[in-house]
C-alpha cells in the first residue's frame, strides 16, 4: 500500500547514516515491538475495546508465533514510521508498507507478504463513476512513464480540473503527482478516513488508494454511496509488494521473518487470512 515519500530526504539520509554506523551484531529476538497505525482496515484496525485487528495483526500473530517471540504491538502515526523505527521506538514496521527503492535506501525490508491494486473511490451518482475509463479492469504498470503512458493518457481527459484525495507520504501519492499534478487539484491527507470523507461531502471528486481499503471502507455506513471507478492498478509500479520494514542494521530479524513468511505462504495461512479480511487473495 504504501511508500514514504513525502518526509524529507536529509532527514531520512541522515537517519540511515546513524544506523548504519551502528555494530552489526546478533541480537538474542525474545521479545519484538511492532509499530502499526491501527487505522487502515482491513489491514490494521483498531476494535471498539480498543484491541488491534485485522489481516497484519492476525498475520504477525502467526508468525510470531512460528518464531517463538513475544510481539507487542503499538500504535504510531504513519507519517513518522521510519524515522520513528530508526529511532529505535519499535522494531518492525507493520502497516501495508510498499517495498520501494527510495525506502530501501534507509530501512531494510522482510520478503513481501501481500501484493494489491490501486483504485479511484468516487461518489456513485458522479461523472467519474459513469465516465472514467477501464471500469474494474486490472491492468498492471510498471512505473516506466512509456510503458504505462496508454493507461495514464486514458484516464487524463476524465481527471482534468478534478480534485483527488491522497493519503500523504505514501507510494500511491507518488504516482498521482507524476501523472496528474498538471492537470488536477491534487489534495493530501493525513489519513486515508479523511480523503473517503471528503468524496461523500463532496469536497474533492475522488480519492486514490489501496483497492482493498477501499472495499472495506465501503463496508461503513458512512460511505453507502462510494464506489470503485476506473482501473484497478497493479504491478510493478507498486513495488515488489507489502512486506514488514526493519533497520537494517537487524539482519537477524529479517532473516527470522522471511523465514516464518514463507512457512505461512507455503501454508496457506496467508491465503486463508486474505480471503477472511479481503475476499481475495492478495498472496504475492
Given at each position: 500500500?504504501?511508500?514514504?515519500?513525502?518526509?524529507?530526504?536529509?532527514?531520512?539520509?541522515?537517519?540511515?547514516?546513524?544506523?548504519?554506523?551502528?555494530?552489526?551484531?546478533a541480537k538474542d529476538w525474545k521479545t519484538v515491538v511492532?509499530?502499526?497505525?491501527?487505522?487502515?482496515?482491513?489491514?490494521?484496525?483498531?476494535?471498539?475495546?480498543?484491541?488491534?485487528d485485522g489481516f497484519e495483526v492476525e498475520l504477525?500473530?502467526?508468525?510470531?508465533?512460528?518464531?517463538?517471540v513475544e510481539c507487542k504491538l503499538i500504535t504510531h502515526d504513519w507519517d513518522s514510521m521510519i524515522p520513528s523505527l530508526n529511532a529505535g521506538k519499535f522494531d518492525v514496521i507493520m502497516d501495508a508498507l510498499s517495498i520501494s527503492d527510495e525506502r530501501k535506501q534507509v530501512i531494510g525490508f522482510t520478503d513481501p507478504y501481500a501484493a494489491t491494486p490501486a483504485s479511484f473511490a468516487v461518489?456513485?451518482?458522479?461523472?467519474?463513476?459513469?465516465?472514467?475509463?477501464?471500469?474494474?479492469?486490472?491492468?498492471k504498470l510498471t512505473?516506466?512513464?512509456t510503458h504505462d503512458k496508454d493507461v495514464v493518457e486514458k484516464l487524463r481527459p476524465l481527471l482534468k480540473g478534478k480534485a483527488i484525495g491522497i493519503q500523504a507520504a505514501t507510494i500511491y501519492s507518488k504516482?498521482?503527482?507524476?501523472?496528474?499534478?498538471?492537470?488536477?487539484?491534487?489534495?493530501?491527507?493525513?489519513?486515508?478516513a479523511e480523503h473517503d470523507l471528503d468524496v461523500v461531502t463532496g469536497r474533492i471528486d475522488a480519492a486514490f488508494d489501496d483497492a482493498t481499503?477501499?472495499?472495506?471502507?465501503?463496508?461503513?455506513?458512512?460511505?453507502?454511496?462510494?464506489?470503485?471507478?476506473?482501473?484497478?492498478?497493479?504491478?510493478?509500479?507498486?513495488?515488489?509488494?507489502?512486506?514488514?520494514?526493519?533497520r537494517q542494521s537487524d539482519t537477524d530479524?529479517?532473516?527470522?521473518?522471511?523465514?516464518?513468511?514463507?512457512?505461512?505462504?507455503?501454508?496457506?495461512?496467508v491465503k486463508k487470512l486474505s480471503l477472511k479480511w479481503f475476499k481475495v487473495d492478495v498472496s504475492p
Open positions: 500500500m504504501k511508500a514514504l515519500t513525502g518526509i524529507a530526504v536529509g532527514v531520512l539520509t541522515a537517519a540511515a547514516l546513524t544506523v548504519a554506523a551502528l555494530p552489526a551484531s511492532i509499530g502499526t497505525e491501527g487505522g487502515y482496515a482491513p489491514w490494521n484496525l483498531t476494535a471498539a475495546d480498543g484491541s488491534l504477525v500473530k502467526d508468525l510470531c508465533a512460528r518464531m517463538k461518489l456513485k451518482d458522479s461523472e467519474l463513476a459513469k465516465q472514467l475509463p477501464m471500469n474494474g479492469e486490472e491492468v512505473g516506466d512513464a504516482f498521482i503527482y507524476d501523472n496528474f499534478k498538471d492537470i488536477a487539484d491534487i489534495r493530501e491527507y493525513k489519513t486515508a481499503y477501499f472495499l472495506s471502507a465501503f463496508e461503513s455506513p458512512e460511505n453507502k454511496d462510494l464506489t470503485l471507478a476506473g482501473p484497478k492498478i497493479g504491478g510493478p509500479v507498486w513495488g515488489e509488494g507489502e512486506a514488514f520494514g526493519v530479524l529479517k532473516a527470522m521473518f522471511d523465514v516464518a513468511i514463507a512457512a505461512a505462504l507455503a501454508d496457506g495461512t
